[in-house]
Structures are given as C-alpha cells and as structure tokens.
C-alpha cells in the first residue's frame, strides 16, 4: 500500500471562477496528485479543495496552490461569511495510509517554514502540529480574522510559528497543521420522527445530552423537563462514544429519518461500534436502523476494520482478499440502503489508485516482453513473491474452514492475514521497483553547469541508487516471510493442500532469489562502502538461510505425500 496523505486547502474565494481554476490549475499541474472535490462558496467567498498523492506531491502542491493564492488573491477585499484569516485560510494534512502522525506532522513543518521563507506570510501551526496549546485549536488562531491580524502579529503571544511576524496586506496568514480524517456518516431509520433521530444522537455522541424529569405520558427523553444547576446551565449527562458528534434530521429525498453522525477520530470510536450501539438503542424505541450512509470518503482501514469486525463475529477467517472483506462492511453496514455504494469512488485510497496508471492493472506480459529495461528482473520477483504469498492465504483459508481442525483457526487466521499482507506489498513493489528505476536514470539525466550542481546530481544518483536496492531488498525480506509461512502451513495446515504450501515456498524462494541478484548488481553504482558491506551481508544471509529452509519445506512435504 501506497503512503497517501489528504490536503483540504480552504481559498479565500468562492466567486471568481476564473482565479479559482488558476489556482486549481497551480495544483492539479503538481505530479502524483489527484484532486478528488473543488467546492466553492458565494456567500462564504470560499473555496474548498480535496487532493490527495505522496507526502512529498502533496506538500509540494500545497505550496504551489498558496503561492498562487498569494499572488492573485488581495485579502484587504475579501468579504464573506465565513472566518478566515488569510488568502489560503487553512490548510489541513491527513495520514490516510502508510503515513503516520508523526511523519504527517513533520512535512507540516517543513512546508510552514517552507512558505514562511519564501512567500513571506506569516505561518500559524494547529492541532496535532501546533508548538503551542493555545494554537490547537482553530478558532483560537482566527480569533480577530484578518482585520485584527495587524494587531495579533505586535502582541509576542501571537508570533506566527514560521514567517514574518508582521502583516502579509495582500495575503494575511495561513494555518497549517495535521489532524485526524473526519468522517461524515449518516444512519437510517424506519421512522420519519426525526425527535427520536436526536434521541438516539444524544445518545451516541461524546457532548451526551441534558438530564431530564421523564413525562410519565411519554416515551421519548426529550419531552421530559430539563434539570438545570443554580447558574441556569443544564446538567449535563455524557454520551457513549468519544470524538463522535451527532444530530437526528428528518430527509425528504429518502422519506426518512436520519442520526447524522460525524467521527473526528475513528480509530478511537469506530464506525462499526456506532452503528452497532444505534441498533440496539433504535430496538428499545420501537424502530429498527435499516442501514448507513457515507457522505464524502473514507479511509480504507475503516472500512477493513468494520470488515473484520463483523467477519469475527460470524466466526469467519480474516485471511480473505481485501474485497471480500469491504463486502462484508457493506453489506453489514447496509451502506447500500439509500444511495449504492461503490468503493472505488467512496474509499479514499481507491479514489487515488483508480486514477493512477499501474502494471499489475494492464497487461503486464506485454508490457515485460517489450524492449525497454523496466519492468524487469525486479518486478517479476515481486510479482512471484505475491503469488507464493496469495497461494499461502489460500491454504490458510482452506485449513481455518475445514471441519476437525478447530484448533489450528487462530493460527490459521494469523497465517492468513499476514499471507494477504504480503500479497499487497509485494503486488506494490511490482510498480515500485519499476519507479526506482526510472529514479535513477531521472538522477543522471539532470544538467548541471557548476561545481555545485555537480555536487548535487551526485547525491540524487547515490540517493536514486540506494532506493533502487532498497526496493529488491523489501522484495526479498518479504519472500523470505512467505517460506516462513509456508513452513508452517506444512506442519498445521489441512493436509490435503500441502503440496500447495510447498509451492508457495518454490516460488518465494524464486523471488527471494531473484530480488536479491537485482540488490547485488545494484550495489556496484554505489560510492558508500560501508552501506554496500551492509546490504551484502544482509543479502548472503537471506539467500542461505531460505536455501536452508526451502530445502527443509520440501522434504517434509515429500514425506506427507509418500507416507
């Protein structure tokens, strides 16, 4: 899987569709970046952007959309409706995938210092970026918007983080930070009341709802009389799921009710666990969840999560093809029930894959038979790696289902997880080790005409190179698991697919081997010795290790079929 960072630049323009495509065109012009929603505002006079790519397209398309911003918009103009601060208002960054917190927070930086030296515009940090704790959260920074900007920049408590500490007129300031994906969900229900939507809500969400003298004439919590402290302020009873907000609304379109739920942090309370507490809480009113909504995207792992959250609960292997797990979600989430759901345009990570060229979705044979270098030895070990691997789950699936071997199903979920594991990674590495190629030959193709460019073409060439081994030598590690897996499969899994665990070892053994003769060729381009030493050794270890252990996966399984 991919490292897939979101951005939601938020432009101080929402009526000029002529300034607004410039500004569009300056990002979408950025390479690796998909841009998956533009959506701009009259009365708020603002323009909302949804992009997503590498950390290092999207830091870079960031970059070029507030430049452009800082160059056509003039913020001593703008009207709306909406709080803003400057040109290029806020801009958030979202790990999606293979990004963590950390890694998201320190481009936040590297791009806040980055805009703050060269556009000169006073840079503030928030939420999980923000150096100081008045500067989590947003409003606290746009307090005084751009017209008390002048004033905020004397007062030492408010020296922007990067940037000049003195007023941009043109362009004002720019909130930068990393915070968590929000996922906007909605619930349905058999019922056009939407009060006891609200009821449920209250309920669900973190902010809970105010304590109540029950109506012995109804049912419904919200009819009851509000107990209030001596200040007037309601008592307050929490709810059940933190960083959760929501609401109950009634939608004409699907002639129902509707909790309108909004996940700040879905890892801390999740999708599946919501809609599992709504049911129950929707029964004991006498009206059923029919299913869910999702508005916008989601993160791939959510829904996996979900996946195998119901998957466990049906006593079903986990070690199933990503697909089968989203289905399941699906179908359990009833994420159908009033609009289809179609996963390549919902799920963030497919959105971005979908519009991205790749070799393991063309035909790959062709392209490999074809008269150019890449793809090569690489990929193809890649690829056979994640065959030995997608053999493994299949033996692990075969053995957790089968009847007397109740004993070995943990071991054979985990075998089967991990076996799908390495089938993805290694399906990546196919396209990556065709990427680390191409880097090196993009590193010796740059023009350089002085002493120092020459310094720099060095160290991209050196850098290019040690990619271009680290990527086989992934390949390798990997194989090198999946003969691990198949050792085990041998020795616990249904006897009647052991010839095809054994398989899966001769061709991880195929691949390991492969991935390595691709590091050891490589290693020649590189001037570090004390790196090639390293990775040599880490080579021979894993070729004679795997040999070893190939070797003993094969006899085995030539004693369980004679025997």
Avoid at 353 to 361: A, M, P, Q
Avoid at 542 to 563: A, G, Q
Wanted: glycine fraction near 6%; charge should be positive.
């Amino acid at each position: 899987m991919a490292k897939i960072i979101e951005c939601v630049p938020n432009f101080s323009e929402g009526r000029d569709q002529f300034k607004i495509d410039k500004i569009i065109k300056s990002i979408e012009s950025t390479p690796g970046i998909v841009i998956l929603d533009v959506d701009p505002g009259s009365d708020t006079n603002r323009t909302v952007v949804t992009m997503v790519g590498s950390p290092d397209s999207v830091s870079n398309a960031a970059f070029n959309g507030i430049k452009c911003a800082s160059e056509i918009l003039d913020m001593s103009e703008h009207t709306g409706t909406h709080p803003r601060i400057g040109a290029t208002d806020v801009c958030p960054f979202i790990p999606i995938s293979e990004v963590t917190i950390e890694e998201c927070v320190e481009l936040t930086h590297q791009l806040a210092q980055r805009i703050g030296e060269q556009l000169k515009i006073p840079i503030y940090l928030y939420e999980k970026s923000a150096k100081k704790r008045d500067r989590i959260k947003l409003p606290n920074i746009r307090k005084g918007e751009y017209e008390g900007l002048a004033e905020k920049l004397t007062d030492s408590n408010w020296r922007p983080d990067y940037g000049p500490p003195k007023l941009n007129v043109k362009s004002g300031a720019t909130i930068i930070g990393c915070r968590d994906f929000l996922i906007a969900y909605n619930i349905n229900l058999n019922t056009k009341d939407h009060r006891l939507a609200t009821d449920i809500a209250f309920e669900l969400r973190e902010a809970g709802r105010s304590k109540r003298i029950p109506n012995p004439d109804s049912k419904n919590l919200l009819d009851g009389q509000i107990v209030r402290i001596k200040n007037g302020k309601p008592v307050k009873i929490p709810g059940i799921f933190k960083d959760v907000k929501a609401i109950g609304w009634y939608v004409e379109d699907f002639k129902r009710a509707q909790i309108s739920v909004n996940f700040n942090n879905y890892k801390k309370s999740s999708i599946h666990d919501v809609f599992d507490q709504a049911t129950i809480l929707a029964e004991k009113r006498g009206i059923r969840v029919t299913g869910s909504e999702l508005v916008g995207l989601i993160p791939l792992d959510a829904l996996l999560s979900a996946g195998k959250h119901y998957l466990k609960k049906q006593n079903r292997s986990l070690g199933i093809p990503e697909e089968d797990i989203i289905e399941c979600a699906v179908q359990s989430l009833g994420l159908s029930d009033v609009v289809k759901f179609i996963p390549e345009e919902k799920i963030i990570d497919y959105a971005v894959s979908k519009k991205e060229t790749s070799l393991t979705d063309s035909n790959f044979l062709k392209e490999l038979s074809r008269n150019s270098p890449a793809p090569g030895g690489g990929s193809v070990s890649a690829l056979i790696g994640s065959l030995g691997a997608a053999l493994s789950s299949m033996v692990a699936a075969l053995s957790h289902e089968k009847k007397g071997m109740i004993k070995t199903k943990p071991l054979m979920d985990k075998i089967g997880q991990e076996a799908q594991f390495l089938m993805n990674r290694l399906k990546f590495l196919i396209d990556e080790d065709t990427n680390a190629f191409n880097k090196v030959l993009e590193a010796n193709r740059i023009s350089v005409d002085t002493e120092k460019g020459k310094v720099i073409k060095k160290n991209e060439i050196e850098n290019a190179n040690k990619y271009a081994i680290e990527v086989p030598l992934e390949t390798a590690n990997l194989c090198f698991k999946v003969l691990l897996l198949a050792d085990q499969l041998v020795d616990n899994g249904n006897p009647n697919s052991v010839t095809d665990a054994a398989v899966a070892a001769e061709v991880g053994l195929a691949g390991l081997r492969g991935a390595c003769l691709n590091v050891l060729i490589n290693i020649k381009e590189i001037d570090d010795k004390r790196y090639s030493l390293k990775k040599k050794n880490l080579v021979n270890d894993l070729m004679i290790n795997s040999k070893v252990l190939r070797k003993n996966i094969f006899d085995k399984t030539l004693n369980i079929i004679k025997s």
